[in-house]
C-alpha cells in the first residue's frame, strides 16, 4: 500500500473522530446540564456548576472514527493493514469502561457528602467498585490474545511472560490504568491535556517506528481528545468526569497493547504510576485540589507534604490554576522524550 493511501486511512478516521466528538461535546453539554449531571469546580471563586461525564461524548467520536476506518475496509475502498478484530476490541473495551465511568458520574447526592478530604454531591461508586466493574474492559482483549507476551523492559531486557500475558498482565494493566489516570486531575484541562500530549507521543512514536496499527489508534485518540480540550481548558466549560479519565487510561493501555508497543508506552504512563503511589500514602484519602488564594493562585492543601503531582506544582511556587495544568503538561513531555530517547539508545 502506497504510504499517502496508508496515511489517508488514518487522516480520514481521525478527522471524522473529531467532527463527531466536537459535535457530541455540544449536545451531550446540554444533555447532562438538563438531567442534572454536573460537578462544581472548587477551584473558582464564584463556584460554578458544570456538565459532567463528557468523557461519554470522547468515548463516542473515539468509536466513531474507528468505525469510518473499519467501513472503508468492508467496503473495499482500500485493503485493511490493521486488524479489524483489534478494533473492535478495543472499540468494545474503551466503551464499556467509560459506561462504568458513567455509572460513577451519575451517582450524586441531594445533599453534599464527604469524599476524598471534602463535601461533594457526586459520591460515585464505592473504592472496591472500580478495580471489579473495570475489569471489564479488559475482556474484550483477552478474548483475541491482544499484543506480544515478549516485551522489553528497560534495564533488564526482554521478558517472555507466555500465556500469563493475555490472562494476567493484560487485565491487571487494563484495571491500573483506568484507575491510575482517574487519580490525577482537579484543575481545568489537566487530564484531558495530559491524555492530549500522551497521544501525541504515541502518534509520533508509531509513525517513527512503523507501527500502523498504533498509529492509527492513537490518531484518532488524538482527535477526539483535541476536540473536547476546546472546551475543557482554562476556563473550562466542562467537566470530563469518570467516564473520561477511565475512558482515557483504558485507551492508552489498549492502543500499548494492540499497537505492540508497550515498553514505550510504560515509560510515558509513569506520572499515573506516581501518582497512584503518592495517593497510596494516605489510602487515597486525598484531594489534588490547592486552596485557592486572593490572589487567584492555589497553595497546598497539606503544606510540604506531598500526596499528588498537584502539591509538588504548589509547593514549587504560587501558580494559578491553568499554571498547575501546564506544569503536568511538561511533566507528561519530559517522559515521553525520555521514552524517545530510550528508544534511540536501543534501552525499550
Known amino acids: 500500500m502506497p504510504v499517502a493511501h496508508s496515511l489517508l486511512t488514518v487522516i480520514i478516521p481521525s478527522a471524522i473522530a473529531f467532527f463527531v466528538t466536537f459535535v457530541a461535546v455540544k449536545f451531550t453539554m446540554w444533555y447532562m446540564s438538563e438531567c442534572g449531571v454536573t460537578s462544581v469546580d472548587y477551584n473558582k471563586e464564584k463556584k460554578p456548576t458544570l456538565p459532567s461525564s463528557l468523557g461519554i461524548a470522547t468515548a463516542f467520536g473515539f468509536g466513531m472514527g474507528l468505525l469510518v476506518y473499519v467501513f472503508g475496509s468492508s467496503f473495499s475502498f482500500y485493503l485493511p493493514v490493521a486488524s479489524l ?117 504515541l502518534m509520533l512514536y508509531s509513525y517513527a517506528f512503523g507501527a500502523y496499527t498504533a498509529l492509527l489508534l492513537s490518531s484518532v485518540f488524538f482527535a477526539a481528545l483535541l476536540a473536547l480540550f476546546i472546551f475543557d481548558f482554562y476556563p473550562s466549560r466542562v467537566y470530563g468526569g469518570d467516564s473520561f479519565s477511565y475512558f482515557a487510561g483504558t485507551a492508552i493501555v489498549a492502543i500499548m497493547i494492540v499497537g505492540g508497543i508497550e515498553s514505550f508506552g510504560i515509560i510515558i504512563f509513569i506520572p499515573w504510576i506516581v501518582e497512584f503511589f503518592l495517593h497510596a500514602r494516605k489510602r487515597f484519602d486525598v484531594t489534588d485540589l490547592g486552596k485557592l488564594q486572593k490572589d487567584g493562585t492555589f497553595r497546598s492543601p497539606y503544606g510540604k507534604k506531598i500526596y499528588s503531582w498537584t502539591h509538588i506544582a504548589m509547593n514549587i511556587k504560587k501558580m494559578k490554576e491553568w499554571e498547575v495544568s501546564l506544569f503536568m503538561f511538561g511533566i507528561e513531555a519530559l517522559f515521553i522524550a525520555a521514552a524517545f530517547g530510550l528508544r534511540l539508545l536501543y534501552l525499550v
Do not use: C, E
Open 85 to 201: 478484530g483489534y478494533l473492535f476490541a478495543t472499540v468494545l473495551a474503551v466503551l464499556l469502561v467509560s459506561f462504568v465511568g458513567f455509572l460513577d458520574d451519575i451517582n450524586i447526592k441531594r445533599k453534599s457528602q464527604k469524599t476524598t478530604g471534602m463535601l461533594d454531591t457526586r459520591v460515585g461508586l464505592k473504592q472496591w467498585h472500580k478495580p471489579l466493574l473495570t475489569l471489564i474492559g479488559a475482556v474484550p482483549l483477552i478474548a483475541i490474545n491482544a499484543g506480544v507476551s515478549t516485551i522489553t523492559i528497560p534495564v533488564i531486557g526482554m521478558v517472555n511472560f507466555g500465556i500469563f500475558y493475555p490472562l494476567v498482565i493484560v487485565p491487571l494493566a487494563i484495571i491500573f490504568g483506568a484507575n491510575a489516570f482517574n487519580l490525577l486531575g482537579g484543575f481545568n484541562g489537566i487530564q484531558t491535556g495530559m491524555a492530549l500530549i500522551a497521544a501525541l507521543g
